[in-house]
């Protein structure tokens, strides 16, 4: 034997132990993360079953030796759930479940057989499957942070096949029969594998963790949580001091007698209006066009290269259709109206906060011509 297989079990359990109390750590600062909870039970089955493996020395109990693979398989069944919920949010534990139990009812089957080295066999072929499972899951989910998750699926496919290698290896032997815990070259591949590979899989985890955690903190800095546009930050953070290509939109809506709204019907029912109105614009602009709500009663969006006909359109769409939809209240229906100015960048360009203020004096006509109205100087007014 090249290695001390006690010591690369030792290090396992210690790394494990490890990665199991720091993902523990990081669910219960952030407890809607269930996938860390997942990960955390796994690693503690796996260390579970490293501590049992390990007893299974001199003398050769199989009994032990079917107790760690049963708890091993657990352990990496919890692993690959665990990634199953990061990627899409849920796990099929059904699936999870009965596999778990495919495996550990054949390797109980071989064991109760006699045959120890098959049962040894085929829990390394059970685990080798999990692990693939959790590298497809990383994989298909590569696209949120290409490069921890590839690095974890290239890192759970070498833990995958020191473990196919283990089970051949003693196909290979000839050795159904176990007297002694197996010790051979691809055991100790095998024990090296996990070390490397479960210790940058758990520092990739957690940082994944941390990535989306900053990224979810970010997203909510950025959106109005009243209507789910984007913000006044986030509106301006992507476009101020940029100039504008020739021929963008901005628009700029403003609802009509909106306090008036609060004052007489309460403030949830203006709110109610201000996501009714929301959602229409929402449903009028496309993907890669800019709706952010500005504060109080203000909305902006900035249409991609539209003529000017098509910009007024779009203005007016939304002008009716918010002037036709009733809001339901405890009293009366609620029907608003909204003004809108539009400016059109020039052929030279300018920037986002001088077409932002042209966009503005229109609105402020709009208003004084007598409100619930589009306002677009240079091109045909619609009323």
Request: proline share 3%.
């Amino acid at each position: 034997m090249l290695l001390d297989q006690i010591s690369l079990l030792t290090a396992i359990g210690f790394s494990s132990a490890a990665l199991t109390l720091t993902l523990l750590a990081s669910w219960l600062g952030a407890r809607t993360d269930n996938y860390l909870l997942s990960w955390a039970a796994g690693m503690a089955l796996v260390v579970l079953g490293v501590v049992v493996f390990s007893i299974v020395g001199a003398h050769y109990d199989p009994g032990l030796q079917l107790a760690s693979f049963a708890l091993l398989l657990a352990g990496f069944a919890l692993v690959y759930a665990g990634t199953r919920q990061f990627r899409l949010g849920a796990v099929p534990w059904l699936i999870v479940v009965g596999l778990w139990a495919v495996f550990a009812g054949g390797i109980s089957v071989a064991f109760a057989l006699g045959l120890s080295g098959l049962g040894t066999a085929g829990a390394n072929f059970g685990i080798a499957v999990f692990l693939i499972l959790a590298a497809h899951e990383c994989w298909s989910g590569r696209a949120e942070a290409p490069v921890p998750l590839v690095a974890n699926a290239v890192l759970y496919l070498i833990v995958a096949v020191s473990f196919v290698l283990c089970g051949l290896e003693l196909l290979r032997e000839g050795r159904l029969v176990l007297t002694a815990r197996p010790q051979n070259w691809a055991e100790d591949f095998n024990s090296i594998a996990a070390i490397i590979g479960l210790t940058g899989i758990g520092a990739l985890s957690i940082t994944l963790n941390q990535f989306r955690a900053a990224r979810h903190h970010r997203q909510q800095s950025m959106t109005d949580p009243l209507t789910g546009m984007l913000n006044r930050r986030a509106l301006f953070d992507n476009l101020a001091g940029k100039a504008i290509e020739p021929g963008v939109a901005v628009i700029m809506f403003d609802l009509d007698h909106f306090k008036a709204i609060n004052d007489r019907l309460g403030h949830a029912i203006g709110d109610l209006v201000l996501q009714q109105f929301a959602t229409i614009v929402l449903d009028n602009v496309r993907a890669a066009d800019t709706a952010a709500r500005l504060g109080g009663e203000e909305f902006c969006i900035v249409l991609g290269r539209l003529s000017s006909r098509t910009a007024v359109g779009v203005a007016e769409r939304i002008r009716e259709t918010f002037e036709t939809t009733l809001t339901p209240s405890m009293s009366e229906p609620v029907r608003a109206t909204v003004s809108a100015g539009i400016a059109i960048s020039g052929s030279k360009g300018e920037t986002f906060e001088h077409l932002l203020g042209r966009a503005d004096s229109a609105l402020y006509k709009a208003k004084r011509d007598g409100r619930n109205r589009v306002h677009a100087p240079g091109l045909r007014l619609v009323a």
